[in-house]
C-alpha cells in the first residue's frame, strides 16, 4: 500500500517557476518508479516526467524536455518535479504515481501506475 500526497502547485505567470514534490508513504525503502502526469480540462491525462526506482533513468514528454527536472530522494521517500519556464500550455492537474517494482519500462503508460495522488493545480497566465 502506497500513499501520495502532491504539493507546491500554484498560480505563476508565463515564464515562472514551480516546484511540485511528492510525499510517498506506505512503502518506505521498497523499490518503486515514480511518475508525473498532468491533465487539463477537457483533455486525456498525460505523461510528463518519470524517474526509475536509482535516480538512474529519466523520461520526459517532448514539450516540457529541458524545462522540466524530475528528481527523487529515497531517503525521505519523496520525489519532486522542478518546472522552469513555464508556459500557459502547461496548466493542468498534476498528478504523482508509483510503479512498484526496479524494472520500469514503458514509463508513459499510465495503466502500469498502482498508485496515484490527488493531483495539485497548476495554472500558468499569460
Known amino acids: 500500500q502506497v500513499q501520495l500526497v502532491e504539493s507546491g502547485g500554484g498560480l505563476v505567470q508565463a515564464g515562472g517557476s514551480l516546484r511540485l514534490s511528492c510525499a510517498a508513504s506506505?512503502?518506505?525503502?521498497?523499490?518503486?518508479?515514480m511518475g508525473w502526469f498532468r491533465q487539463a480540462p477537457g483533455k486525456e491525462r498525460e505523461f510528463v516526467a518519470g524517474i526509475s526506482w536509482t535516480g538512474g533513468s529519466t523520461y520526459y514528454t517532448d514539450s516540457v524536455t529541458g524545462r522540466f527536472t524530475i528528481s527523487r530522494d529515497n531517503a525521505k521517500n519523496t520525489g519532486n518535479l522542478q518546472m522552469n519556464s513555464l508556459k500557459p500550455e502547461d496548466t493542468a492537474v498534476y498528478y504523482c504515481?508509483?510503479?512498484?517494482?526496479?524494472?520500469?519500462?514503458?514509463?508513459?503508460?499510465?495503466?502500469?501506475?498502482?498508485?496515484w495522488g490527488q493531483g495539485t493545480q497548476v495554472t500558468v497566465s499569460s
Open positions: 506506505g512503502r518506505t525503502f521498497s523499490s518503486y518508479a
Open positions: 504515481a508509483v510503479r512498484l517494482g526496479t524494472y520500469y519500462s514503458q514509463p508513459s503508460d499510465r495503466y502500469r501506475y498502482q498508485y
